[in-house]
């Protein structure tokens, strides 16, 4: 955060608010003397004091701080912005300073709250510092990785400086709710309505009553941490008409080469534009792309390869490139009148095959997307298939033996710049993902679903009741043949009992004729016969009725 500030750091130097270790260690490269706003320095004045996130109190810090300066002296503030557009996307209000604006309206419990750029700037003014240099630090103060000047928020007319590529590019390293996509268009809309300053993580001030010296640079860049002989300085500054691009070594003591990889810290002119790279997130991020239109996106920058780096002619796998085009990869592709550039070739390696950096461009490609719609048919997530189908589309297909030497060489190189052990092989590369979208229930499946579940529901229904009818018929037609057995042997009984009483009355007839006639010595007989054959036809009767069932 206070790089852009060392020319002001040279005499006596007082660090106020959040002091650490190596901030101070960072002051006493420069200074001529550091004290704490511990209670060391009161009483003294001195040539410059930071206050870096300057905590709440019911006393007025920057006024305190004011107070300790030399006539002349400097005041470099480095706070939290109350309007910041991350803490909007993703973070509550912090408190910071009292008698400030802030858009929640909501205080610390010390009453203190953050500033914005206009309400930080009257105030310094209104203590009677109005001379300031205003600095701004993406993706914010506690991990600057580029900072932006009030002079690079200027336009310059079209086609010239934008800061918001770098504001853009910071949002993938500080993405607390892992929106970083969304805060990377949001960046790039804020700088293109010209509200990058209000809409800043942070502020950086440097303030005095003595006019500032002038600063022709319009941000600093520090890119990727990476081990000490190749951290770097990246500045861009207006030279009378032009934009330059220098890069200078952040520690100027050890060797520029490592392992066979070399930092070329190379200078070059600012070439304004959008990077190939944006071009693939714009596919991925709607649905239904494919692997064709991959191919077709890659086929642009692999020409550009051919044309800069392989004499225009075709490039086949095993043959050899200049160590030079390492970094000749989509992210650092532009177009520049309608002809290829690739921009900040700052590596050179002493053996570059044309199969490494295929492998590496696509890898490193698709490594860099934080958003994807869903795909066409018939794609994954993986980057193992997808990096293969790529490579099969430019005629150049990858085999096992071919891709693992690939991989392997870019393990070593990432390993050498970053001083770190870096591991890139198939299973990583299987196992690394694009960031695809969950899937969301289709909802005419779901109702395909729900209809299917109910006709089987009424199928089971139907079956049950067919079985229920199938058995009530079954026991109706048993009892319908049980009746029928039943209605026969009565009729049967019926037909006997009527035989039976027919006989009886044609006996009773017979009796009553004999005895009628009064034959003495037959009558007798005949009445005792008589009398017998009703006796048993009346027994017979009896029983016919017990079988039938009634009472006799």
Not at 182 to 192: D, I, S, T
Not at 374 to 384: N, Q, R
Not at 422 to 433: H, M, P, Q
Not at 507 to 514: F, S
Request: proline fraction near 8%; charge should be neutral.
């Amino acid at each position: 955060m206070l790089h852009p500030f060392r020319p002001l750091l040279t005499g006596s130097v007082v660090l106020a608010g959040a002091a650490s270790d190596p901030l101070l260690a960072a002051l006493r490269e420069t200074a001529r003397s550091v004290a704490t706003g511990d209670g060391r320095g009161d009483g003294l004045c001195v040539d410059t004091v930071v206050l870096v996130a300057p905590e709440g109190s019911e006393a007025d810090p920057l006024g305190e701080a004011v107070a300790r300066l030399n006539p002349g002296g400097h005041l470099i503030v480095v706070v939290e912005n109350a309007l910041s557009l991350r803490r909007f996307a993703d973070r509550p209000e912090t408190a910071g300073m009292p008698n400030l604006f802030t858009p929640e309206d909501r205080a610390g419990p010390d009453g203190s709250m953050l500033p914005t750029r206009r309400g930080l700037r009257d105030r310094l003014a209104d203590l009677g510092l109005p001379e300031q240099a205003w600095w701004f630090p993406f993706p914010s103060h506690h991990v600057a990785l580029s900072l932006v000047s009030e002079n690079g928020l200027a336009p310059h007319g079209a086609g010239t400086f934008d800061p918001g590529i770098l504001a853009a590019e910071s949002a993938s390293f500080d993405s607390p709710t892992g929106g970083g996509d969304r805060l990377r268009r949001a960046w790039a809309g804020v700088a293109q309505a010209g509200l990058l300053g209000d809409f800043a993580p942070a502020f950086a001030v440097a303030a005095s009553a003595a006019a500032l010296p002038a600063d022709p640079r319009l941000a600093v860049h520090f890119g990727h941490r990476r081990r000490p002989a190749f951290d770097k300085a990246v500045t861009f500054a207006r030279v009378g008409e032009t934009i330059r691009v220098t890069r200078a070594a952040l520690h100027p003591g050890p060797p520029r080469t490592v392992a066979g990889v070399t930092n070329l810290f190379p200078d070059e002119p600012y070439i304004p534009g959008v990077p190939w790279q944006a071009g693939l997130r714009t596919l991925l991020a709607r649905d239904g792309w494919t692997v064709a239109e991959i191919v077709a996106w890659a086929r642009i920058w692999w020409d550009a390869v051919r044309t800069l780096h392989g004499g225009g002619g075709d490039l086949t796998l095993g043959m050899s490139l200049p160590g030079t085009a390492i970094d000749a990869i989509p992210r650092n592709l532009l177009h520049r009148n309608g002809s290829p550039v690739f921009i900040d070739a700052e590596w050179a390696v002493d053996t570059l095959t044309v199969d490494h950096l295929l492998v590496r461009g696509l890898v490193n490609a698709l490594t860099d997307i934080e958003a994807c719609g869903t795909p066409g048919p018939g794609i994954g997530p993986s980057l193992l298939p997808l990096v293969r189908r790529i490579a099969d589309g430019l005629g150049l297909p990858l085999d096992g033996a071919t891709l693992d030497e690939a991989l392997c060489r870019e393990s070593r190189f990432q390993t050498t710049v970053s001083g770190i052990e870096t591991r890139r092989d198939r299973a990583w590369l299987a196992g690394t993902r694009l960031p695809l979208p969950p899937a969301v229930p289709d909802p005419l499946a779901e109702r395909d679903r729900a209809i299917a579940r109910l006709q089987d529901e009424v199928a089971a229904l139907r079956a049950e009741s067919e079985r229920r009818v199938a058995a009530v018929t079954e026991e109706l037609e048993e009892s319908r043949r049980r009746t029928d057995r039943v209605i026969r042997y009565a009729a049967e009984l019926d037909r006997d009992r009527g035989r039976l009483s027919q006989a009886l009355a044609e006996a009773q007839t017979r009796g009553d004729r004999l005895e009628a006639a009064r034959i003495p010595d037959r009558g007798g007989r005949y009445r005792i016969f008589a009398g017998a054959v009703r006796d048993a036809l009346a027994t017979g009767l009896r029983r016919a009725r017990m079988r039938d069932g009634r009472a006799p």
